[in-house]
């Protein structure tokens, strides 16, 4: 196999976007996230931003066609060539048959799923509380990383707000969707031997030790 490819699984608010960029640091593969593709396209006012932002603020999922198309380009990118870890996508098994046949086409294949578990309770507090910079994107969550005064950035002093897919109705639609959509995931890697349950709820800290012990040991086994 060439390159390391992983595919973070959990629910909304489990960490796996904090979790993508810790791996990338020791890993030194991209972090590719089907959000942050579908927020770029948005901040260029591109015709797909435009259509994913209709879906992302009801906290729906974007179909499948268009987030197949868009992920796609980017992996098919030469940085991504010795592998990924891919944030946010597969989200449906629809989209897990387009990646495995998209990675087999180059000799690859995914090489684990680690699943970050979260409860839904942690996974409302967790998201509700989050806030993020309208100027710079710096995330903060007023649970248990606040910022040093209400409502300004540490980072440039911008103004803070709660992304519309936060507010507590919009969450627990995210949750139902993820249920409903992301789940049968578990179940299609399970089946291949490639998923690792790790638990969302530690310490950051341990939450990536684990992730790369997992990594780790599924290519040992490649």
Excluded: W
Excluded at 20 to 25: D, G, N, P, S, T
Excluded at 48 to 64: F, N, T
Excluded at 71 to 77: D, H, L, T
């Amino acid at each position: 196999m060439n390159g390391t490819v992983v595919v973070l699984l959990g629910p909304p608010g489990s960490g796996k976007g904090t979790q993508a960029q810790r791996l990338v640091e020791v890993l030194g593969t991209p972090h590719v996230s089907s959000g942050d593709l579908f927020r770029h396209h948005l901040s260029e006012d591109t015709d797909l931003g435009q259509l994913a932002k209709s879906y992302m603020e009801k906290g729906e999922l974007v179909p499948d066609d268009v987030t197949v198309k868009m992920v796609m380009e980017r992996i098919s990118r030469p940085d991504c060539e010795e592998g990924v870890i891919l944030d946010g996508f597969p989200r449906t098994l629809t989209q897990a048959e387009a990646l495995k046949g998209a990675l087999s086409g180059r000799g690859q294949e995914v090489t684990v799923v680690p699943l970050i578990r979260v409860g839904d309770e942690e996974v409302v507090r967790r998201l509700t509380a989050r806030r993020v910079c309208k100027e710079c994107g710096a995330v903060y969550n007023l649970a248990f990383n606040p910022p040093e005064e209400e409502g300004e950035c540490d980072v440039c002093g911008g103004d803070l707000y709660q992304r519309e897919d936060d507010n507590p109705e919009t969450v627990q639609h995210r949750l139902y969707t993820y249920y409903k959509e992301t789940s049968p995931l578990i179940g299609y890697y399970f089946a291949q031997d490639r998923l690792v349950e790790v638990d969302g709820e530690q310490p950051v800290e341990q939450v990536s030790e684990e992730l790369l012990e997992a990594i780790h040991e599924a290519k040992r086994a490649s």
